[in-house]
Nanobody, 128 residues
Framework: QVQLVESGGGLVQAGGSLRLSCATS????????MGWFRQAAGKEREFVAA????????NYSDSVKGRFAISRDNAKATVYLQMNSLKPEDTAVYYC?????????????????????WGQGTQVTVSS
């Protein structure tokens, strides 16, 4: 059983930056693709970014492309989400997730249903 714990959320002004971390335990981190999702109040959970097992393949939603960067450190069993140029519409609870299944399809990891393990979430609030 894999456990995921997010941290790094908080309140930031528009244009600012935050770095989220997701520490994992209980599994072999390098065998999981990792993703970040977010859910704003009253909205469905949406894909933000994903990184392959090796870190060599990245995928972003159009809404964050060019502003957010996902990365992973397999030695530390941790995935990160660097968020720059934040906007009020980025306000949401951010979740990290782990997927054990390998797929060569880059869009596979954009679907929340592909992920078996989820963290508890961390709140990000961007003020205007």
């Amino acid at each position: 059983q894999v456990q995921l714990v997010e941290s790094g959320g908080g309140l930031v002004q528009a244009g600012g930056s935050l770095r989220l971390s997701c520490a994992t335990s209980g599994g072999t981190f390098s065998t999981y693709a990792m993703g970040w999702f977010r859910q704003a109040a009253g909205k469905e959970r949406e894909f933000v970014a994903a990184v392959s097992r090796s870190g060599g393949r990245l995928n972003y939603s159009d809404s964050v492309k060019g502003r957010f960067a996902i990365s992973r450190d397999n030695a530390k069993a941790t995935v990160y989400l660097q968020m720059n140029s934040l906007k009020p519409e980025d306000t949401a609870v951010y979740y990290c997730a782990a997927c054990r299944i390998y797929s060569s399809d880059p869009y596979y990891y954009t679907e929340a249903r592909r992920y078996a393990y989820w963290g508890q979430g961390t709140q990000v609030t961007v003020s205007s």
